[in-house]
């Protein structure tokens, strides 16, 4: 039990220093394009391309050692060694199997709709993608700040379901039909919910953008009261993402892998990569909405801090893999609509009906002590005068 301990914290360290490296390079790149000034607007939007395709590719190169992490871990928790033969301690894996994916042959079926089954994956990668460019990472870094940031996440997070219906019915395929099928069963169910829970988040902040929902939490982190709403979040995020125990569209022992089934070489890896982009994705938003964000005095410290609780919720999101069984679909779907979605909504309604009924009764007792401070004063001036008359 200790060696295993042992391994996993080894293996979260390193995957937290990779994590650090790669936000701070991407920071560098992000500072860089604030700075770029120039006459020319031809120059501008060039450079603009070029580093966007650096960070996409430092972000695809973190989620392709998130998958090397997730595999060790998860031989820790077997009680295996993982994969150790490409470079030390594995460490070159990822690399093989971008190789391995990219001179592999993509293979059509003659049967399918050749043009939605190629547009499917990389639909599915760009929605992933998409995400990510409102995610603030600091006070200062962000790709884009919008207003409405959960609305966006929301939007993009019900088109992504489009990129699985289509491969799924493109494919021409039973297997990849029914995967397709309960993807977007499973992504209606659990929205819903997730929807609800963020509701009361929004009242108390009272905004929808991510820097005003983490500046909310300067005093007090929505982890403390809101307890019940992170829980609830967490089990919806597992099931949108499509994650053990809410993996039924890819379900191997059912629906031989699902709604991919007939795709291969770098089709196959730009799935691979859409769903491992948005458990990055739901794991920043636990961060940003429940647990402070990055909230910490210094530039330096709030990147680790931050790093550091979305590095936690990632190993979370493996660990449970690791741990928990598979659920049933007819359990899949009980849990989303007979008992994630009432007890959502009877929090929400229980929470917000508290506070508002709290925030009148502040109200209510302000308006009574400054009508007391406001007699004060009245009766104040009333003895001054008094006393001046009698003198």
Request: overall charge neutral; charged content about 10%.
């Amino acid at each position: 039990m200790n060696s295993w301990f042992k391994k996993l914290f080894y293996y979260f360290f390193l995957f937290w220093c990779f994590f650090l490296i790669s936000t701070f390079t991407v920071f560098f790149f992000i500072f860089l394009l604030e700075q770029i000034s120039c006459e020319h607007s031809y120059i501008i939007f060039f450079a603009n391309i070029i580093i966007s395709i650096i960070i996409i590719f430092l972000l695809l190169l973190l989620v392709a050692y998130a998958i090397l992490v997730e595999r060790k871990v998860l031989g820790s928790i077997q009680r295996r060694r993982g994969p150790n033969l490409i470079g030390i301690l594995g460490i070159l894996q990822p690399i093989a199997d971008a190789i391995k994916l990219i001179v592999k042959e993509t293979i059509v079926p003659v049967l399918s709709n050749s043009i939605i089954f190629v547009l499917a994956p990389i639909l599915t990668l760009i929605l992933s993608l998409l995400n990510w460019s409102i995610i603030p990472f600091s006070e200062y870094s962000i790709y884009a700040d919008i207003r409405v940031s959960i609305l966006m996440f929301f939007a993009i997070s019900s088109l992504t379901v489009y990129g699985i219906i289509m491969s799924g019915w493109a494919s021409n395929s039973k297997y990849a039909f029914l995967g397709a099928l309960r993807a977007a069963a499973q992504v209606i169910a659990y929205e819903v919910s997730m929807g609800l829970i963020l509701i009361y988040i929004l009242v108390q902040t009272g905004d929808l953008s991510y820097f005003k929902i983490i500046w909310y939490q300067v005093d007090i982190w929505n982890i403390a009261p809101c307890f019940i709403f992170f829980l609830l979040f967490l089990i919806s995020t597992l099931a949108e993402t499509n994650r053990p125990p809410f993996d039924l569209p890819e379900a191997e022992a059912e629906l031989v892998s699902g709604y991919n089934v007939e795709y291969s070489a770098m089709s196959f890896g730009f799935f691979f990569l859409g769903e491992y982009v948005s458990i990055w994705t739901v794991c920043c938003l636990n961060v940003i909405i429940f647990w402070g964000g990055f909230l910490i005095n210094g530039f330096y410290q709030s990147i680790f801090l931050y790093s550091l609780k979305v590095i936690t919720f990632v190993i979370t999101f493996i660990w449970i893999r690791g741990s928990v069984p598979r659920y049933r679909y007819d359990q899949l779907m009980r849990l989303g609509w007979k008992i994630l979605l009432p007890i959502s909504l009877s929090v929400v309604l229980l929470y917000t009906g508290i506070y508002y009924n709290l925030a009148d009764l502040y109200l209510y007792f302000e308006n009574i002590c400054k009508d007391t401070l406001n007699d004060n004063i009245e009766q104040g001036k009333v003895l001054r005068q008094v006393k001046g008359s009698i003198t």
